[in-house]
């Protein structure tokens, strides 16, 4: 299995791009948002990926982030939802804007992306609702490097600057998430809250977004 790959985009395309690491060109598809925030040909890069096995078939996805590659693993979990379909609804709505869509039962958030239709949004939200508290609270890490210790050092520093710099937001949502389940929420509860109070201000750090989730969670008291 291959989790990760790192190294120079040779090129990019409309739904992929190539990247040689070490000589060996591995071909890798991505969603449009996720196309969207790598760096250009004959810049480096780093991806978390997935292998998808067939028997007349092996390709790799890949993924800024563990929780974006997570949900993609879940989405085609979905029955109707293959590699294309989860892509579009990572390209629309993002790891977050999937997570958030689930957690407060939104499938029309999910029809939202190109060729899913109400059934299949229906499912994907009924099927992963529970799953959706344990996805949300891994956060994510930088937007396109691992960690330090998963490129050399020549790499990083070849890389834009926005590619190695943390990202709040989402940090923010898991931390959140993981305060209101150690107050005794239930995790699908407290999901709901983080993501509605996530919606309602993207840009809040951990402690606005505790204090907003809990006026949410008040009345349920």
């Known amino acids: 299995m291959i989790g990760r790959l790192a190294g120079r985009i040779d090129y990019r395309a409309a739904d992929h791009v190539l990247i040689d690491v070490r000589g060996v060109g591995y071909l890798v598809y991505c969603s449009e948002r996720t196309l969207q925030a790598l760096p250009r040909a004959g810049e480096h890069v780093a991806l978390y990926t997935d292998l998808v096995v067939r028997e007349d078939l092996l390709q790799l996805f890949g993924f800024t982030s563990l929780v974006e590659k997570e949900w993609h693993r879940l989405l085609l979990s979905v029955q109707g939802v293959g590699a ?11 790891p977050e804007g999937v997570g958030r869509a689930i957690a407060l039962g939104d499938w029309n958030a999910v029809k939202a992306a190109k060729g899913i239709g109400p059934k299949t949004a229906q499912r994907v939200v009924n099927e992963l609702k529970d799953k959706a508290p344990e996805v949300m609270a891994m956060g994510t890490g930088p937007a396109a490097v691992l960690a330090a210790g998963d490129v050399d050092a020549d790499v990083i520093e070849a890389m834009p600057a926005q590619a190695v710099a943390p990202q ?25 809250a983080v993501a509605q109070a996530a919606g309602e201000a993207p840009e809040a750090e951990t402690p606005a977004l505790i204090r907003a989730a809990l006026k949410l969670l008040a009345p349920a008291q």
């Open 84 to 94: 294309k379909a989860s892509l579009a609804i990572l390209g629309t709505l993002g």
């Open 168 to 192: 709040a937001g989402p940090g923010a949502q898991a931390e959140a998430l993981s305060a209101l389940t150690n107050l005794g929420y239930a995790p699908g509860e407290a999901a709901g």
